[in-house]
């Protein structure tokens, strides 16, 4: 199906520019092989480089033949945290970033790196990517080693081709290096991402699934020592034992002059991380430690720590209205630099005590290529620099990061888009901008990149938003993106002031304690609905996220389902209207003649029950522990059933033509 054509390579020796051609039947030239051995389920290819001279390389090309009638659709993972990742049709295009919107929007992705074709049947992805083959299996391709050249796999479906482009320019070798490093594998979803990570030989994450608390998409800049306080004491009164309490952008008088901190935090921040610990919290603080915006000390003062373009410009990383507009690169290979940022992070780590820190704008140490190392090069140093500076007993939470390099140094890291208080910005997605904020695309990476949870770094699939006033989000499409959330992520963001929730958004919020792990998830996409099967322990859901403009019809299969928005009990094959930009949730009761129909209590329904058992004519139901609801308890009895109690306790009784529902409000904190 996959057949590896040639691979070209460009180089510079000595001042003499060269170009190579290598194949499986010629595989070695000059100080470049390659070759191909079985791995795991699949095949590993690795192209190598060995020579005591030094060798700028320019270019390198793997193509291969690729049948793509076999499949209808590929994945293609964008370049960095916000870039928008999906499955395409094969033959759909990507569209190119319009030329308007270049000089604000251009370094925010892969627009310097890539040229965009724009033609139908030309998809690229970065670092890895797969298409579905019949008998829910995948064809999986994907780079094992991103530290030192980022990996663009085109896909020309015209042609049946796939051109696997590394990005080596500026990268100068000497000795023993491996150029390429990829995997392809046949297998379930499941088995060819669990193969590759274990090639990758990342270490287990050692962050824990989290809920939390940011200020950054209410208040936005403008927070202050009181709001931070407020919302601080608003848990404490309310008793939500949430894990992290993090301050975003808006402390600072400016971006790049961290430990500047401007005169709405009199107290200085270090009062606030003892206050937020005080009250039982990990102390998270957002910084952009990479750049510095144009009116910054740093910028002004230390002209020569930034980065410059080939021309002698200053390398613009974007441009922000939060800010004062423009903001830059910092040179990670300046010494003064380096100390400047090893400054911070001990004083933001150790001085003031954050255990947490979010760090964003990464993708602007590497849009220039320099010091003999490539992009992905310079952003690997970067990485290795801050996760120096930060230490390894403190969290790193990476957004705007390449993935490829974010992968196995974060401990979280951003897989999708910034959350929008809209469902999208109609300009943006005008201007073909894969990086703009947009609850949508925020839901998109986040379903579609669920395979990296757990194993390169923990999801964070940035907020949900529960709140109405300040936000433009109808209650079910918050419902949507909380859904999504809590389904494929875990590190789990609000930041909303609870203190303005009515009761029953408050109750929707405490139903997300504690969090519960789901397993055996298996995705299936057709035409902007997604339909998503998972489990929690040994209890199943179906869950139907409709992302397109259009209202969605679905069949449910045999059997009893428990509606978690509703509360209504759904059976007999019965069709169900999924809306635009809406979901639904579905507890599926067992079809034994006992079961769990549903519950209320907790967002996964029937997730509160740990175990449940007959003992005479009484039902004994165990509650997870971690609840903050009293949940009601719908349990499927037979007809003929001669039990009165449930823990004990009277239940409630309704007869349906089938079979009998029990029906009981638990106390959360009974042990039986």
């Known amino acids: ?125 970065w670092t890895y990517t797969y298409f579905h083959l019949p008998n829910k299996r995948i064809l999986f391709f994907g780079s094992v080693d991103e530290k030192n050249a980022f990996t663009n796999f085109v896909h020309h479906v015209p042609s049946n081709s796939l051109c696997v482009m590394k990005d080596v320019k500026g990268w100068q070798v000497r000795g023993t290096h491996i150029l390429a490093d990829l995997f392809l594998s046949e297998n379930s979803e499941r088995g060819a991402f669990q193969h590759y990570f274990m090639l990758c030989g990342y270490e287990e994450p050692k962050a824990e699934p989290a809920i939390g608390w940011t200020s950054w998409y209410h208040y936005y800049t403008k927070i202050s020592e009181k709001i931070v306080l407020e919302n601080l004491e608003n848990f404490k009164r309310n008793e939500l034992p949430i894990k992290i309490f993090q301050i975003d952008d808006g402390y ?24 937020i610990k005080k009250n039982g919290f990990q102390a998270g603080i957002w910084l952009a430690p990479l750049v510095v915006e144009r009116k ?11 980065v410059k373009n080939s021309d002698g410009s200053f390398c613009k990383v974007g441009v922000n209205p939060l800010w004062s507009m423009a903001f830059y690169a910092l040179d990670i290979y300046n010494e003064e630099v380096r100390d400047y940022i090893k400054k911070i992070f001990n004083t933001v780590c150790r001085e003031w005590g954050y255990d947490i820190v979010k760090l964003d704008f990464l993708y602007g140490a590497c849009l220039v290529s320099r010091n003999g190392r490539s992009r992905a090069g310079v952003m690997s140093d970067a990485m290795q620099l801050l996760r120096e500076a930060v230490g390894n007993d403190k969290m790193i939470l990476g957004c705007g990061v390449p993935l490829g390099v974010g992968m196995g140094t974060t401990d979280y890291c951003r897989i999708g888009a910034d959350v929008h208080l809209t469902w999208d910005i109609k300009s943006l997605k005008w201007c073909n901008n894969r990086e703009r904020a947009s609850t949508l695309l925020a839901i998109t990476n986040t379903i579609n990149r669920r395979q990296l949870n757990g194993y390169a770094f923990i999801n964070d699939p940035d907020v949900f938003i529960l709140r109405r006033k300040k936000q433009f989000l109808s209650q079910k499409q918050q419902y949507s993106l909380l859904l999504a959330n809590l389904i494929f992520g875990d590190l789990i963001f609000t930041s909303d002031n609870i203190a303005d929730y009515d009761e029953n958004t408050m109750n929707l919020y405490r139903s997300i304690f504690p969090l519960v792990k789901r397993k055996e998830v298996i995705v299936e996409h057709a035409e902007g609905l997604y339909k998503i099967f998972f489990q929690i322990e040994e209890r199943r859901y179906l869950a139907l996220i409709n992302l397109s403009e259009k209202d969605k019809l679905f069949k449910l299969p045999t059997g009893i389902f428990f509606d978690a928005y509703t509360q209504d009990i759904i059976s007999n094959e019965q069709t169900v209207l999924i809306k635009k930009r809406e979901s639904l949730l579905m507890h599926c009761c067992s079809a034994g003649p006992f079961g769990v129909i549903g519950t209320k209590g907790h967002f996964f329904p029937g997730s509160e029950i740990a175990k449940i058992a007959l003992q005479g004519t009484d039902i004994k139901v165990r509650l997870r522990k971690g609840l903050l609801i009293d949940p009601i308890v719908y349990l499927k009895i037979p ?34």
């Open 296 to 306: 910054s000390l740093i910028f002004q003062q230390h002209p020569d720590w930034i």
């Open 252 to 275: 600072q008088t400016r971006v790049g002059d961290w430990l500047s901190i401007n005169e709405k935090f009199p107290n200085g921040m270090k009062f606030l991380a003892d206050e």
């Open 639 to 672: 007809k003929d059933y001669t039990g009165t109690t449930i823990n004990g306790n009277p239940f409630q009784l309704v007869s349906k033509k089938e079979f009998s529902i029990a029906y009981i409000q638990l106390n959360r904190n009974e042990n039986i």
């Open 1 to 125: 199906m996959l057949t590896l054509d040639r691979v070209l390579i460009s180089y510079v020796i000595g001042g003499d520019r060269k170009e190579i051609v290598l194949t499986l039947e010629q595989p070695q030239k000059d100080f470049f092989y390659i070759n191909e051995d079985d791995a795991l389920s699949g095949k590993r290819i690795q192209l190598n480089f060995q020579s005591n001279e030094l060798v700028l390389l320019d270019k390198v090309e793997i193509f291969y033949t690729l049948d793509y009638a076999v499949t209808r659709s590929i994945f293609a993972n964008g370049f960095q945290s916000w870039s928008e990742s999906k499955l395409y049709k094969k033959m759909d295009k990507i569209k190119p970033l319009r030329q308007i919107a270049k000089s604000i929007m251009k370094p925010y992705g892969d627009y310097t790196y890539f040229d965009y074709s724009g033609k139908e049947g030309m998809i690229h992805s």
